[in-house]
């Protein structure tokens, strides 16, 4: 089986632009999880989505939003960027159904640099 | 929640076992323990994922006593490639997706 791939793998964009990053989950897989990593905050969790369905939201501001296709496949959006958005984005998908998450496969992440 | 407590970082010789304790007090009936493995600039790894008991797979066991107020991850024979962050997650639905700092380990020839 093919793992959870991410694109693009890097990414450079300046202060107040927006961007769009990729996530397509291992096939059968439902359940996709969005995190940032970043060297100060470690790994945080941005939110999960589920049959198209946002099921669980982290601490993050409204900037950041995301959604899920019928296919399962993810995208997550940032608007009006800001520098410590800099960070590894982690998209996690897993055969998760509705009463527990369970073993979650990541991919190879999507590096953000905002200058 | 569940909060976690790991040890922030653990050294070890290769060809050692290593064992990785994780606190977790306020754990709930349904709450599942989960571990993975993180190397740098790549994401996190599952390794094992437990309930109660004992749980053994080809790459850790995870020991979980009776109360499940904490539970141990052993890494047999570690080696160089072993070094790396570890994680323990505790809970279901957004709990279970929540990391701590996890531990550190550091493996020496």
């Known amino acids: 089986k093919a793992g959870v791939t991410q694109t693009p793998r890097y990414l450079i964009k300046t202060r107040g632009q927006q961007v769009t990053l990729s996530c397509s989950p291992i096939?059968?897989?439902?359940?996709v999880s969005w995190y940032q990593q970043t060297p100060g905050q470690g790994l945080q969790f941005l939110f999960e989505?589920?049959?198209?369905?946002?099921?669980n939201k982290g601490n993050f501001p409204g900037r950041f939003s995301g959604r899920q296709f019928s296919n399962s496949r993810s995208e997550m959006n940032v608007s009006t960027l800001e520098l410590g958005d800099s960070a590894l984005y982690l998209c996690?998908?897993?055969?998760?159904?509705?009463?527990?998450?369970?073993?979650?496969?990541f991919g190879p992440g999507t590096r953000l640099t905002v200058t | 929640l569940a909060k976690t407590t790991q040890p922030i970082s653990m050294d070890s010789y290769e060809g050692q076992e290593v064992n990785i304790t994780c606190s977790h007090n306020?754990?709930?009936?349904?709450?599942?323990i989960t571990w993975y493995q993180q190397f740098p600039s790549q994401g996190p790894r599952f390794i094992i994922q437990?309930?109660?008991t004992k749980v053994t797979n080809e790459v850790a066991s995870l020991f979980i006593p009776a109360d499940r107020k904490s539970s141990t991850l052993s890494l047999p024979r570690v080696s160089l490639s072993d070094t790396a962050v570890y994680y323990c997650?505790?809970?279901?639905?957004?709990?279970?997706?929540?990391f701590g700092s996890g531990t550190r380990l550091q493996v020496q020839p």
């Open positions: 996690a998908s897993s055969a998760a159904g509705d009463r527990e998450v369970l073993e979650q496969y």
């Open positions: 096939s059968g897989h439902r359940s």
């Open positions: 989505y589920f049959s198209e369905t946002q099921r």
């Open positions: 306020n754990i709930a009936t349904n709450d599942y």
């Open positions: 437990g309930y109660k």
């Open positions: 997650l505790v809970g279901t639905g957004r709990r279970a997706l929540t």
